[in-house]
């Protein structure tokens, strides 16, 4: 009995343990996950973006709080040209047929409409739904009027990709949503940069 009353000590020790290292780690390498997502995810989705800036948007970017939902923030990255903002952008995301497909959705402030977007991550079909990142699909949000960044068959002007419908709405989606972000958060964002 007392043999057993040892091991059950000895072996929660041991998992106390390797549970206090892991959180550790975890909390030692959150920040440099982040740091890594936004150089090598959002940083060249941005530059495809962002083609008149002079700054780095990443360095640059600001936390500004969710319309509707205080408690939580979202990035927004700036695209300035000799120290004037031009352009920013934001990352949202719709529900695609693999997953979540993130986009980063630029918004002109000076003319309200969309510089473009750029696809950073998603789980899409490859060959099919993975189109969506390709620039047939994506030059057809530049300088649109946000409210016409919708689907055909949703009343906008863009071209559902053939056969990959939950992906292109997805995408729509993405855009809408970021949208309304920019809508809400526009008179903050002007007085930010």
Same mark, same amino acid.
Not at 47 to 51: P, S, T
């Given at each position: 009995?007392?043999?057993?009353?040892?091991?059950?000590?000895? !072996?929660?020790?041991i998992t106390g343990l390797a549970g206090f290292v892991l959180s550790g780690l975890k909390v030692w390498t959150t920040p440099i996950i982040e740091e890594q997502v936004l150089t090598n995810v959002q940083g060249p989705a941005l530059?495809? /973006?962002? !083609?008149q800036g002079d700054?780095?948007?990443i360095a640059d970017r600001k936390k500004l709080p969710m319309p509707g939902n205080e408690d939580e923030t /979202?990035?927004?990255f700036p695209s300035l040209k000799g120290g004037k903002l031009q352009a920013v952008a934001m990352e949202a995301s719709g529900k695609g047929y693999g997953g979540d497909v993130n986009v980063i959705v630029g918004f002109d402030?000076?003319?309200?409409?969309?510089v473009g977007i750029s696809v950073t991550t998603h789980k899409e079909t490859p060959g099919l739904g993975s189109r969506i990142q390709e620039p047939a699909f994506t030059k057809q949000f530049k300088a649109k009027d946000p409210a016409k960044a919708a689907l055909k068959k949703d009343g906008g002007d863009i071209d559902a990709i053939s056969g990959a419908t939950f992906s292109s709405i997805a995408a729509a989606d993405a855009v809408k949503q970021a949208a309304g972000?920019?809508?809400? !958060?526009?008179d903050t964002i002007k007085t930010t940069w």
């Open positions: 009995m007392m043999e057993i009353v040892r091991m059950v000590v000895v !072996l929660s020790a530059k495809q /973006i962002f !083609l700054n780095d948007p /979202i990035i927004v402030v000076a003319a309200d409409n969309l972000w920019y809508a809400a !958060l526009k």
